[in-house]
């Protein structure tokens, strides 16, 4: 009964861990370029907004 119990979770780790190793490859493997199509994703540079001259309330 023990054994039993043993080698299902040793098979749940298992699976676990081949999920992470496939998250991991699809995280890091290059986007693929196709002819036509939109490009690859990239990071997003974050700006904060323009300064401005006006100070004070929004009914102007």
Known sequence: MVGSATRELLL???VAAVGLLLATAVTFAPWPVTP?????????ELHGPAP?????????
């Open 12 to 14: 749940v780790i298992a």
């Open 52 to 60: 401005t001259d006006r100070t004070g309330s929004a009914s102007g």
């Open 36 to 44: 036509g199509g939109s490009a690859p994703s990239g990071l997003v």
